[in-house]
């Protein structure tokens, strides 16, 4: 039987060939594209190791840290504002108290830690920085250039100099 019998009424049929992209190549399989973009995803990851960046994670908590201690220290103070009676020690005196921030690592040596004088109405919360970049005498140093009287940590709060 001719093949062209079959379409007798249609376009003649046509060898069936793989498809040819313009000029005449051909294109890339999925497999083939998978393997390229593994091998450079994998290369990616060795030249970050590479080049010293293992701080980076470090780096980002830093930065989480540094958010929530100023974001906390600007709620309590907006807090304390509107409730000049509260006692700042009991952090459960209110349904509107800001929430103690939870440290991204908070294990014993990275954690928050808070002290207030319920007299003065002046608080601070604390921070150890785990990056060199953040910490005392980093490029970025947060620990020695907050205002506070301890070098080696983070200080944010209203008393002053942060000596609580």
Known sequence: MDKRSLFAHGPALVESRPWRGVAGKQGFSLLEVFVIVGALVILGALIFLLLGK????????????????????????????????????????????????????????????????????TFEINAKMESARYAQGGSDDMES????????????????????
């Not at 800001?98 to 908070?106: G, H, M, S, W, Y």
């Not at 940590?153 to 002053?160: I, K, L, P, Q, R």
């Open 54 to 121: 293992t701080d980076f994670l470090a780096e980002l908590r830093d930065s989480q840290r540094i958010s929530d201690l100023n974001r906390f220290r600007a709620d309590l103070n907006s807090y304390l504002s509107a409730n000049p009676n509260v006692n700042i020690c009991d952090r459960t005196s209110g349904d509107n108290f800001p929430k103690f921030p939870v440290d991204p690592i908070n294990d014993g040596e990275y954690k928050y830690s808070y002290a207030c004088d319920k007299t003065l109405k």
């Open 145 to 164: 250039t907050d205002g506070g009287n301890q070098p080696d940590v983070y200080e944010a709060g209203n008393a002053s100099g942060l000596s609580l």
